[in-house]
């Protein structure tokens, strides 16, 4: 099976813009600024991101959770369904290097023992003095900031230190224009749980009938 050295011949057709690396805020680095595709030859391409995905009966104890505790907030709450933990934003990737960019992810998943992800509050981020998203805030983990460090080298991507990266699951975005209006004070919550790791997900985003949809196109066993 190919290595990640793939990606040193793909990557380059398809450059990520300076300015903007890996932060907690992964909402703002899952921007449209990443030029995936310049050079495909048929012109198709998907929106992908690598991501986590959730047991089902912990996205009901999230979502109801925030329907609890931030109700009268003006937050728009992610749909339960898209709940999901995300490790890598790729952008617009071509359909043609899809095949290649999924053997290289298995190859790095596949080197990764499976580990479980423990998570002990919900929060503002990316913090309180620029507020955007409630969180659920995991406990750093080693084995998810070796994945993400190895993926983030595949992608070439000027990453933050494995110890420095600690998981979040987005849980609402905050309305800006309304949030000063009410000036919370204290958002924090304890709220205990942990999840599995498996495998991680490549999914597909998409725009379908006013709402963001996401679609998982393959999975990536680890060991």
């Not at 993400?148 to 080298?153: G, V, Y």
């Not at 498996?198 to 998982?216: A, D, I, M, T, W």
Request: charged share 35%; glycine share 4%.
């Amino acid at each position: 099976m190919p290595g990640s050295e793939i990606l040193t011949d793909l990557w380059p057709k398809f450059p990520f813009r300076a300015g903007q690396s890996p932060s907690e805020n992964y909402l703002e680095f899952c921007s449209e600024n990443y030029l995936f595709g310049q050079n495909s030859t048929t012109g198709m391409q998907k929106r992908l991101f690598l991501a986590v995905s959730l047991p089902e009966d912990i996205k009901k104890r999230l979502f109801r959770f925030v329907e609890k505790e931030y109700a009268r907030l003006p937050i728009r709450r992610v749909r339960r369904e898209n709940l999901h933990l995300t490790i890598n934003f790729l952008g617009y990737v071509p359909d043609e290097d899809i095949p290649d960019i999924c053997e290289v992810f298995q190859d790095i998943a596949g080197s990764i023992d499976s580990f479980e992800i423990e998570f002990e509050k919900t929060e503002i981020g990316p913090n309180k003095e620029n507020p955007k998203m409630i969180w659920a805030a995991g406990k750093t983990c080693q084995k998810l900031a070796e994945l993400k460090f190895r993926l983030d080298k595949a992608l070439r991507i000027r990453g933050r230190e494995r110890e420095e990266f600690r998981p979040h699951i987005t849980l609402g975005r905050i309305k800006r224009s309304e949030w000063k209006k009410v000036s919370p004070s204290d958002m924090e919550r304890k709220f205990f749980f942990s999840i599995p790791v498996n495998s991680v997900e490549l999914f597909e985003s998409k725009f379908e009938k006013g709402k963001r949809v996401y679609y998982v196109l393959d999975s990536f066993s680890l060991k």
